[in-house]
């Protein structure tokens, strides 16, 4: 019988793993009760660690790919993935009863279709953007297991074929396109992704940064320090605007960079 809610990390090599549990420690500090899985290609001391379970990666292929599979292995009716760089600054435990709701959310890409011819898809309109595979929260239902075998079907397929996809997003877009799935969109805050311009919403407050340094450090210090809809770009430390009117050309130059 499945646990009711838990985290889940997937890392290969040493870096990863290194960067999935300073991310785990980060949730512990915020939600010291949540229990956290991790699949890694190697078995480290569970002991010093914050995983609750720690399970192996056969044959790993060092690539996206690897971070596929494990999902459908979920100890937990309702889980949360992340992806190794991410940082956790407030609780998330408001997306348990979003999956009483919903069967799978998740947020938009900033690169609403990553560049390259690769990841056009011609049989998904541009109205159903790319997915971030970063943070996704599912259920443990046959739909959605399904769905994640259609994402490893769909780009085992295209790493075995001259058309090589830049990452494995396409691929998950596509296999939501066509499933059944009760779906929903995370907002921003649950998915901030560093390294670009972001927009932070009113009235709320960032529970996950996405990113690696230096980005991510900035990221750490101010995400929170302001409250209504701001924009930030970590690229450029000490930049900050507010939503006056005043700073509407300095916003979209900075969306211009």
Same mark, same amino acid.
Not at 135 to 157: H, L, S
């Given at each position: 019988?499945?646990?009711?809610?838990?985290?889940?990390?997937?890392?290969?090599? *040493?870096?990863?793993?290194?960067?999935?549990? =300073?991310?785990?420690?980060?949730?512990?500090?915020?939600?010291?009760? %949540?229990?956290?899985?991790?699949?890694?290609?190697?078995?480290?001391?569970?002991?010093?660690?914050?995983?609750?379970?720690?399970?192996? #990666? &056969? &044959?790993? @292929?060092?690539?996206?790919?690897?971070?596929? *599979?494990?999902?459908?292995?979920?100890?937990?009716?309702?889980?949360?993935?992340?992806?190794?760089?991410?940082?956790?600054?407030?609780?998330?435990?408001?997306?348990?009863?979003?999956?009483? @709701?919903?069967?799978?959310?998740?947020?938009?890409?900033?690169?609403? $279709?990553?560049?390259?011819?690769?990841?056009?898809? &011609?049989?998904?309109?541009?109205?159903?953007? =790319?997915?971030? /595979?970063?943070?996704?929260?599912? @259920?443990?239902? =046959?739909?959605?297991?399904?769905?994640?075998?259609?994402? &490893? @079907? $769909?780009?085992?397929?295209?790493?075995?074929?001259?058309?090589?996809?830049?990452?494995?997003? /396409?691929?998950?877009?596509?296999?939501?396109?066509?499933?059944?799935?009760?779906?929903?969109?995370?907002?921003?805050?649950? +998915? $901030?992704?560093?390294?670009?311009?972001?927009?932070?919403?009113?009235?709320? /407050?960032?529970?996950?940064?996405?990113?690696?340094?230096?980005?991510? +450090?900035?990221? *750490?210090?101010?995400? +929170?320090?302001? =409250?209504?809809?701001?924009?930030?770009?970590?690229?450029?430390?000490? %930049?900050?605007?507010?939503?006056?009117?005043?700073?509407? #050309?300095?916003?979209?130059? $900075?969306?211009?960079?």
């Amino acid at each position: 019988m499945k646990e009711d809610f838990g985290v889940l990390y997937i890392a290969t090599g *040493k870096k990863f793993i290194s960067e999935a549990t =300073e991310s785990a420690k980060s949730l512990k500090n915020v939600m010291p009760d %949540t229990k956290i899985v991790l699949w890694a290609d190697e078995m480290i001391s569970i002991d010093d660690s914050p995983f609750h379970t720690i399970n192996l #990666i &056969e &044959e790993p @292929r060092y690539s996206f790919f690897d971070k596929i *599979k494990p999902l459908c292995e979920t100890p937990f009716e309702k889980t949360l993935f992340v992806d190794t760089d991410t940082f956790f600054m407030e609780s998330v435990y408001e997306l348990i009863p979003l999956l009483d @709701r919903f069967e799978f959310a998740y947020c938009h890409a900033p690169w609403r $279709i990553c560049p390259g011819e690769n990841n056009i898809l &011609e049989d998904v309109p541009d109205s159903f953007p =790319e997915p971030n /595979s970063g943070v996704i929260a599912y @259920r443990a239902t =046959e739909k959605v297991f399904e769905t994640i075998q259609n994402w &490893e @079907r $769909i780009y085992d397929k295209k790493l075995n074929s001259d058309d090589v996809p830049d990452g494995d997003q /396409s691929a998950l877009r596509l296999a939501l396109w066509r499933s059944q799935l009760n779906m929903t969109i995370l907002p921003p805050e649950y +998915n $901030i992704r560093t390294p670009f311009p972001v927009f932070v919403g009113g009235n709320t /407050s960032v529970k996950i940064l996405h990113g690696r340094n230096p980005t991510l +450090n900035e990221a *750490k210090k101010r995400i +929170n320090n302001k =409250e209504g809809i701001r924009i930030y770009d970590f690229f450029k430390p000490g %930049t900050f605007l507010g939503n006056s009117k005043q700073n509407l #050309i300095k916003i979209l130059e $900075i969306l211009k960079n």
